[in-house]
Nanobody, 115 residues
Framework: QVQLVESGGGLVQAGGSLRLSCAVS????????MGWYRQAPGKQRELIAG???????NYADSVKGRFTISRDNAKNTVYLQMNSLKPEDTGVYYC?????????WGQGTQVTVSS
């Protein structure tokens, strides 16, 4: 059974930091590209950070320079370090695993940034 379990969300003031984690089981983690998606209230889910199986990263313009995605293949975990948070970063953050032929999603973790 494949499981992606996010943690680390919460309420933070603007300018603060949070670190999200996504623990993965049931797949060969190291062979999957991993991503963090965000769904803001009333908006579509969007990719904000991705990391390939080889460790290459990409970011949405809205988070570039503030967020850092990383992975620990020994722990089957992907992280999202979020700094200088803004109210517009508020939303549900989802972890995604993509093997190239199948995708898996976590249940999401809420991040709320107060002004």
């Amino acid at each position: 059974q494949v499981q992606l379990v996010e943690s680390g969300g919460g309420l933070v003031q603007a300018g603060g930091s949070l670190r999200l984690s996504c623990a993965v089981s049931g797949i060969i983690f190291s062979r999957n590209h991993m991503g963090w998606y965000r769904q803001a209230p009333g908006k579509q889910r969007e990719l904000i950070a991705g990391i390939t199986s080889g460790g290459n990263t990409n970011y949405a313009d809205s988070v570039k320079g503030r967020f850092t995605i990383s992975r620990d293949n020994a722990k089957n975990t992907v992280y999202l370090q979020m700094n200088s948070l803004k109210p517009e970063d508020t939303g549900v953050y989802y972890c995604n695993a993509d093997s190239g032929w199948r995708e898996y999603w976590g249940q999401g973790t809420q991040v709320t940034v107060s002004s």
